[in-house]
């Protein structure tokens, strides 16, 4: 790479960088141990991990628990509702990546048990926000799909006003049927002005970034391989067609978390709309 060139690229670095929030890290005593967990990050996102592969290649089957937001962490800017959205958002993610490697069951006879917690959350500035809308139409079908693939199809918004940008911190691991911890992950990520849509409500960063986390845990659990040091692919067509036009996932499990907004998802995002209006959530669990 030549002298402009790698110039050029630190200058979007620091910019990205920049026009983000502060990612922060805790270690609440939600998971089981903690003294594995060794540091991995990418630009908008840090993470410390532990994986055992063996364990995880000899599972067959994984129960999901849902992701735990406790009210004292959300704050009094988020309701119940864009609460149980966020969790509900990580969960869906969640059961997408773990469906292409195992069978996703609600047993908890299970190989392997996943769970989650919301440890730290930082809302949306939603007058920050509406300054960004007011001034830009930026088009948002990646937030399904995360920085990563709006990055390699090219998406160049107009940047967010970056003040106020949210953040969220998840604690989450996979225990075995001895309770035994077999891959673990303390996860931070904090919006950025360039490849997160402005969107009126305190929670929309949060709820993207909740659909990142679990495609990251999800998918380290699922193939051992640490998300962030993994390249970048072209999302496959039922990735696409189930994490963005919201049709059925591959494993009935998944309905619970019920399905990605769809073409109505695409379009709020593109008015800036809050998620929670085209976003139905969770399913109701039929007994």
Do not use: H
């Amino acid at each position: 790479m030549g002298t402009l060139s790698k110039l050029a690229s630190g200058i979007g670095v620091l910019a990205l960088v920049a026009g983000c929030g502060t990612i922060l890290l805790n270690e609440t005593g939600s998971l089981t141990r903690y003294d594995r967990l060794t540091a991995s990050s990418e630009t908008t996102t840090r993470a410390k991990l532990y994986v055992d592969p063996a364990a995880l290649a000899a599972a067959r089957t994984v129960r999901i628990v849902p992701t735990v937001f406790p009210q004292a962490i959300a704050g009094p800017n988020l309701n119940d509702e864009e609460r149980r959205l966020i969790a509900n958002a990580a969960d869906r993610a969640l059961c997408y990546e773990l469906s292409l490697r195992y069978d996703v069951v609600s047993t908890k006879k299970a190989d392997l048990t996943v769970r989650a917690m919301v440890t730290r959350f930082s809302d949306t500035d939603v007058p920050a926000a509406g300054a960004t809308l007011a001034t830009s139409a930026g088009i948002s079908i990646a937030s399904q799909l995360g920085v990563g693939f709006a990055s390699t199809v090219g998406r160049v918004p107009i940047p967010r006003v970056p003040i106020g940008l949210g953040t969220l911190t998840v604690e989450a691991e996979a225990l075995d049927r001895r309770r035994e911890q077999r891959a673990a992950m303390v996860w931070g990520g904090a919006a950025n002005a360039f490849t997160n849509q402005a969107r009126l409500s305190p929670a929309s960063d949060a709820y993207d970034l909740a659909g990142e986390f679990g495609q990251d845990f999800g998918g380290f659990v699922a193939t051992g391989v640490d998300p962030f040091k993994a390249p970048y692919a072209i999302p496959n067509y039922n990735r696409v067609r189930i994490t963005v036009l919201g049709e059925r996932p591959l494993d009935p499990d998944c309905e619970r978390f019920g399905r990605a907004p769809g073409i109505d998802g695409i379009i709020g995002d593109y008015l800036g709309l809050p998620p929670d209006w085209t976003d139905k959530g969770a399913r109701p669990v039929v007994n």
